[in-house]
T-cell receptor
Framework: AQSVTQPDIHITVSEGASLELRCNYS??????LFWYVQSPGQGLQLLLK??????LVQGIKGFEAEFKRSQSSFNLRKPSVHWSDAAEYFC??????????????FGKGTHLIIQP | DAGITQSPRHKVTETGTPVTLRCHQT?????MYWYRQDPGHGLRLIHY???????DKGEVSDGYSVSRSKTEDFLLTLESATSSQTSVYFC???????????FGPGTRLTVL
């Protein structure tokens, strides 16, 4: 079965500083990979996704992520964070075998705090 | 935003009572999912549907059942609610099995 690890439960970053959130996955084949963001009391919003092709993926709100097969990683980055980026971030993996209809496996999330 | 609504948005119930949560979509997507979100666990899949009357179990399906009689509606039922089912429940939809899942606003359920 696939799994997702987000090693950092909390991360604190100063406003204007760069950000990198880590995500490692375990899956035998090439997975579908997603980053979602959740603001307090809200649902999940898709930031970006990787299905195939270019391993550097651009998303909304200035975020990007890079798929590294050799490291089984899909880290999320942003060059300069804004106070509005404070939220919970989830990495998720979807299977490519068996039709892939059986949902996503999520990491436990990283809580991002922005310092003024 | 994808047209997904969940009802009710908040519910407080007592142990042993039945509870049904509804997910309604206006996107005509084939695939629908129920997840629960708990602190320290992220989101975990409860059940999913790949068409009308076609459903299957997810990772944490014990104590839950689902039904889908129409494309637009996916119901999650707790036959006899327990305190361990206190959680936030999210519905999601997708057009293709390996495509992006779009999430509803969630239902916060408290079982006393």
């Amino acid at each position: 079965a696939q799994s997702v690890t987000q090693p950092d439960i909390h991360i604190t970053v100063s406003e204007g500083a760069s950000l990198e959130l880590r995500c490692n996955y375990s899956y035998g084949a090439t997975p579908y990979l997603f980053w979602y963001v959740q603001s307090p009391g809200q649902g999940l919003q898709l930031l970006l996704k990787y299905f195939s092709g270019d391993t550097l993926v651009q998303g909304i709100k200035g975020f990007e992520a890079e798929f590294k097969r050799s490291q089984s990683s899909f880290n999320l980055r942003k060059p300069s964070v804004h106070w509005s980026d404070a939220a919970e971030y989830f990495c998720a993996v979807g299977r490519t075998s068996g039709g892939g209809a059986d949902g996503l496996t999520f990491g436990k999330g990283t809580h991002l705090i922005i310092q003024p | 935003d994808a047209g997904i609504t969940q009802s009710p948005r908040h519910k407080v119930t007592e142990t042993g009572t039945p509870v049904t949560l509804r997910c309604h979509q206006t996107e005509n997507h084939r695939y629908m999912y129920w997840y629960r979100q708990d602190p320290g666990h992220g989101l975990r899949l409860i059940h999913y549907s790949y068409g009308v009357k076609d459903t299957d179990k997810g990772e944490v399906s014990d104590g839950y059942s689902v039904s889908r009689s129409k494309t637009e509606d996916f119901l999650l039922t707790l036959e006899s609610a327990t305190s361990s089912q206190t959680s936030v429940y999210f519905c999601a939809i997708s057009d293709l099995p390996t495509d992006t899942q779009y999430f509803g606003p969630g239902t916060r359920l408290t079982v006393l």
